[in-house]
């Protein structure tokens, strides 16, 4: 990491983000996955063989580095952005050592909600067809936590977990880590 340069590293659930990856996957032209979900979660997700490959080997690495330069390296989850919006943009503002008043944190935490995400990805997307460009469908999908129970079955729960527990170890992430939501 450059001296000076401050890096946010913003980790989500393994379950949210296999879900998440799943729709992903199915609607991006580029990789055209037609295949079920229970495919997707075992032969794929759990398996690492997805863009931006093995999700405990990329957080185990930045988790590594966050604690070598805890002064460089922010970890801050999705959950905890969707718990408490406005504090965790002041808690990123304040370590990047970025002076915020109200006005500034309040237009950040309002430009940053899920709906006015959707909104500007909405403006962007209508820009972008009116010129023929390929507009990426669902990519502002759900945004909450937790929404991972609409889709793992019992048995493919347990089965992550246990995966999850077992990555978690060989990788040396600490669980609390990754907050299930549910």
Known sequence: IPKGARVVVV???????AVSLFHH?????????????????SAL???????????????AGW??????APQDILWVT?????????????????????EADSDVLGGTVAASTFEAMRRTAAEEDARKEAR??????????????GGWTAHFSEAE?????????ARSQQESLPLHLFAFGA
Request: charged share 30%.
């Open 157 to 165: 729960s347990a089965e992550f977990d246990g995966h999850h527990a």
């Open 78 to 98: 999705y959950e905890e952005l969707k718990a408490d919006l406005a504090g965790q943009v002041a808690r990123v503002a304040e370590f990047c050592n970025i």
């Open 25 to 41: 996957s199915r609607d991006v032209e580029v990789f055209r996955y037609s295949g079920d979900w229970p495919h997707f979660l």
């Open 132 to 145: 023929g460009e390929w507009v990426k469908k669902n990519h502002i999908r759900v945004g909450k936590a």
């Open 11 to 17: 980790a989500r659930n393994p379950k949210d983000t």
């Open 63 to 68: 988790w590594r580095a966050q604690q070598e």
């Open 45 to 59: 997700f759990l398996q690492g063989k997805v863009e931006h490959g093995d999700f405990w080997s990329w957080h």
